[in-house]
């Protein structure tokens, strides 16, 4: 059985950068497209990057661009988001993703396994 477990979360400044991390234990991440989601308060959970498997095709979010990165090791099972420039509307929970697809994609239902999520709060 996969499980992710995500962690790295905080509270922080805007214009701040934050690395969350995404550990994978159960399954071989190597052929599944990985993805990253944020739930803002009272919103729908929202695809904001995602993976291929060869670690070079990425979709952002326009919401991101420019600020964030996705990143993954396979030798270690783990995926990674690197956040910059960070603003309040950031703010929400982030939720690692094992894809479904063989394409990376930012629909929800493109994917199979989720963690538990981390807070990540923007504020002055």
């Known amino acids: 059985q996969v499980r992710l477990q995500e962690s790295g979360g905080g509270l922080l400044q805007p214009g701040g950068s934050l690395r969350l991390s995404c550990t994978v234990s159960?399954?071989?991440?190597?052929?599944?497209?990985m993805g990253w989601f944020r739930q803002a308060p009272g919103k729908e959970r929202d695809g904001i990057l995602c993976i291929s498997t060869n670690n070079i095709n990425r979709e952002y979010a326009d919401s991101v661009k420019g600020r964030f990165t996705i990143s993954r090791d396979n030798a270690k099972n783990m995926v990674y988001l690197q956040m910059n420039s960070l603003q309040p509307e950031d703010t929400g929970v982030y939720y690692c993703?094992?894809?479904?697809?063989?394409?990376?994609?930012?629909?929800?239902?493109?994917?199979?396994?989720w963690g538990q999520g981390t807070q990540v709060t923007v504020s002055s």
């Open positions: 993703a094992k894809g479904l697809l063989g394409t990376c994609q930012l629909r929800p239902n493109a994917y199979n396994a």
């Open positions: 159960g399954r071989d991440i190597s052929s599944a497209v």
